[in-house]
């Protein structure tokens, strides 16, 4: 288990607190105690996390999404769709902290905060020169990861049929 992780902490202040429970008087289930928190952490250490690869193909999807809302000047569409970016990478962050990959993530930034000011500004140029950004930026980093077959572009096609782009 990964040790900066929420429930890292809350099952080592449930761990301890069983520790000074049983060392309080509590000695006749002590042992029974340290089961149940021996159990509770095997538990959590095979509970699912998503990999690096979910958390990125998410961000491909919005990274697409972003285009086509940006395109039809869906700027609400747009703005949000950029924010999901920004919390999936903070996702990354705590959740795949032990992937060295992580470490590049600050390529990202610039280019998602040059293209939030575009969206805000609602500039059509200045958006399509911030996705320009933004993907480059992705393929910066995936050189730098050494993940350089993984080359990302703008968009030819929607992610999804069902999902209207036009902004109202």
């Known amino acids: ?99 060295p990959e992580v470490k590049s993530l600050p390529i990202i930034y610039p280019a998602l905060d040059s293209l939030s000011s575009a969206i805000k500004a609602k500039n059509l140029q200045a958006f399509q020169k911030g996705f320009i950004l933004l993907t480059k930026s992705c393929n910066d980093c995936h050189q730098t990861t050494h993940h350089e077959f993984n080359v990302i572009k703008t968009p030819e096609t929607p992610p999804f049929t069902n999902q209207e782009f036009k902004g109202k």
């Open 1 to 99: 288990m990964k040790r900066n992780t929420p429930v890292f902490f809350l099952i080592s202040a449930f761990t301890c607190a069983l520790t000074l429970l049983s060392a309080c008087g509590g000695g006749d289930n002590s042992a029974q105690l340290r089961a149940q928190a021996d159990s509770l952490n095997k538990k959590l250490a095979q509970t699912y996390r998503p990999g690096l690869g979910e958390f990125m193909m998410g961000i491909q999807i919005h990274h697409a999404k972003i285009w086509y809302a940006g395109k039809n000047q869906n700027w609400a569409l747009a703005n949000f769709e950029v924010g999901e970016i920004k919390e999936t990478l903070e996702d990354v962050k705590q959740y795949c902290n032990d992937r």
